[in-house]
């Protein structure tokens, strides 16, 4: 200890020793504090402005007002130098300053990926956060319903469109005063609103997957059955005036999430949906009444139709509004307004239009498909009506991509679903499938509410991205072994089958339950061997599918209860398709009562609101498909010759 303590003094005394030989050094003296030293402020500004003398353009933030006085917040990019350009508006919910996110000094650099190939110095582009979402006054309503009885007040997104428009028309004086509106899913929903009553200045629209009808088949049901997984959608829409965030999730595996929970409602009461004024009117209508009626858009544009060109825009595999722009642009073309509608169908996932377009799942395309469609149809379809530019062939009346031939289909003439040649192909006995009627039987399998069959091979995890947009071309063959899933398939083909059209399941079935779901999947069966691409040997290929609510066969606005044991038709309309069944590939039709979860369980046991239904209310149940010459069941396709199909396509 004491060699310790002296060590310490003398390096102590050294210390002492050599600051005050520093401070008597020759030459130096105590640092001198000027003003300009001290800093009492934080070091971080009240306000930044980024100089952007280099910019390729000028972004500007605005708050444009309505006709009631609320002002609706825009973010406004216009290229230096702009003379006389069209605007292309997009109205979201999803943060208008999030599409151009990025302080790069070029213009195409600045924007999200779906906005690239505008912003090339010949648009001034436009987007708008709708009422009461982010930078917006007012207040936010889910997909609000056109005024009238849903919609007591004096606005709409049509009139803010309307008002939107004019005042860019007006104010923007680098503009010819023409606008185009683009928009996908909700903001797809929001262009088509704004063609309900379209300011004289919008020339021209693109409603790409379309919100049009949340209960017939886009976000919200399909033919009555829930899509529960999109109740996150709920909370991330409605928790906060920004991003709200998803419900928190015990489990890893979506499948034994909502399994444990029971209901949908159930699910949705334990996580604080109660304090969603939205959900309170969703769950209190079940069923397709008024409250979905007068919102479904398809028969809204149709009754009151615009002169505004239109393009009608979704994809094939669409996993989220593979319902809206078809059956939108059929109603218009039924009520003798084809002449200014497109429909156009590409070989995508939903919004995938807006991003790379080389492959979905395992099918690869030769060329960047969603790219060249922008480049060579969208945008100088747009300029056409925009700037007078000539196009280099009129769009048709329907491009259609083909995923067997991968090429687009042009189609002069497109008919709706209800005008349809449709050929039965029929359920038969040990499983086959066939043209021919079937001359007897059925069979069973014993559908377990407490055992649902899954829509993707477990583990499910509430977020991931690349399998929820492509679940839709998943291989069936997870599944095809399962007891409850009952799998019909024709001999391997010899001759090519064109489906060009909306396929039509129609299912005799008998039930020891009073209610049910049935999901019917029309399959592509590739060859055991596919030499240039062997991942593919054997792959089930869904082409369609969709699932309908047993409680709808009569009536989707007023539901029954299925008598027990009785046979009864379930007929309803397929996603649909423009797609070839190969020689050496085989057809296939699946039929389930559950597609999970995806899809909430239907309990078996007829109750009058199926979201809160009670755990003792959930039972087995068996089902017997019959395929005999009185109850035959079938998928009733759109099969065309190739002489039919020459038929209808657009010359070149």
Request: net charge neutral; aromatic share 12%.
């Amino acid at each position: 200890m004491k060699t310790a303590a002296r060590g310490l003094a003398l390096a102590s005394l050294a210390y002492v020793l050599s600051t005050a030989a520093f401070a008597a050094s020759p030459g130096q003296h105590t640092p001198q504090v000027t003003p300009d030293m001290i800093q009492t402020q934080s070091d971080i500004p009240a306000h930044w402005n980024q100089p952007q003398g280099n910019f390729n353009y000028i972004k500007r933030d605005v708050m444009i007002p309505m006709r009631d006085g609320v002002k609706l917040h825009t973010v406004i990019m216009i290229p230096k130098g702009a003379h006389n350009l069209p605007m292309l508006l997009e109205r979201t919910p999803y943060n208008a300053s999030g599409f151009a996110p990025n302080d790069s000094p070029h213009m195409a650099d600045a924007v999200w990926s779906g906005d690239k190939d505008w912003a090339d110095g010949s648009y001034i582009l436009v987007w708008q956060d709708v009422r009461g979402k982010y930078g917006s006054q007012g207040k936010y309503i889910m997909t609000r319903p056109p005024m009238g009885p849903l919609n007591p007040t004096k606005t709409d997104d049509t009139t803010d469109a309307w008002d939107t428009i004019d005042w860019l028309a007006k104010n923007i004086k680098q503009s010819n005063g023409k606008v185009g509106m683009i928009g996908s899913s909700y903001d797809g929903w929001t262009v088509a609103m704004a063609l309900l009553h379209p300011h004289p200045a919008l020339k021209v629209a693109a409603p790409e997957s379309p919100m049009i009808d949340g209960w017939m088949g886009d976000d919200w049901y399909h033919y009555g059955a829930l899509r529960q997984v999109n109740l996150d959608y709920f909370t991330g829409q409605m928790t906060a005036k920004g991003s709200g965030d998803g419900i928190p999730r015990e489990n890893y595996d979506d499948y034994t999430n909502f399994l444990q929970a029971g209901s949908a409602g159930a699910y949705a009461d334990a996580n604080g949906f109660k304090q969603l004024p939205w959900w309170n009117r969703f769950s209190a209508h079940p069923a397709y009444d008024a409250f979905w009626q007068l919102q479904a858009l398809d028969k809204l544009v149709a009754k009151h139709p615009s002169n505004v060109p239109t393009m009608w825009l979704q994809g094939l595999w669409d996993q989220e509004d593979i319902y809206g722009a078809v059956h939108a642009w059929e109603a218009l073309k039924e009520a003798g307004h084809g002449a200014n509608n497109h429909l156009v169908m590409g070989p995508w996932w939903h919004s995938q239009i807006n991003r790379d377009g080389w492959h979905i799942g395992p099918l690869k395309w030769p060329g960047n498909t969603t790219a060249e469609f922008r480049q060579n149809v969208i945008i100088p379809w747009f300029n056409h009506y925009l700037r007078g530019t000539p196009m280099a062939k009129p769009l048709p009346a329907a491009m259609i991509y083909n995923p067997t031939e991968k090429h687009w289909d042009r189609f002069a003439t497109w008919k709706v679903a209800g005008n349809q040649k449709l050929t039965p192909i029929y359920l038969q006995s040990h499983f086959g499938l066939g043209f021919e009627q079937p001359s007897g039987g059925s069979d069973s399998y014993v559908s377990d509410p407490a055992k649902p069959v899954p829509y993707l091979p477990r583990p499910i995890p509430a977020k991931n991205e690349d399998r929820w947009r492509t679940w839709l071309v998943h291989d069936q063959r997870f599944v095809e072994t399962r007891p409850d899933v009952l799998s019909y398939t024709t001999p391997v083909l010899t001759k090519t089958v064109r489906v060009t059209g909306a396929p039509v399941a129609d299912i005799f079935a008998r039930t020891t339950g009073t209610d049910g779901d049935f999901v019917v999947k029309l399959i592509d069966v590739y060859p055991g061997s596919v030499p240039t691409n062997p991942t593919m040997g054997g792959y089930e290929l869904p082409v369609s599918m969709d699932i309908f609510r047993g409680r709808y066969r009569k009536s989707f606005a007023h539901p029954s209860p299925i008598p027990a044991n009785t046979t009864q038709e379930y007929k309803f309309r397929l996603p649909t398709v423009n797609y070839e069944f190969k020689p050496g590939h085989r057809i296939m039709v699946q039929i389930q009562s559950t597609l999970f979860p995806l899809y909430d369980r239907n309990p078996q046991t007829y109750v009058k609101n199926i979201l809160f239904a009670k755990p003792a209310d959930y039972r087995k149940a068996t089902i017997t498909i019959e395929h005999n010459p009185s109850a035959h069941s079938a998928v009733l396709l759109p099969v065309v010759s190739r002489t039919e199909v020459s038929s209808l396509k657009a010359s070149d």
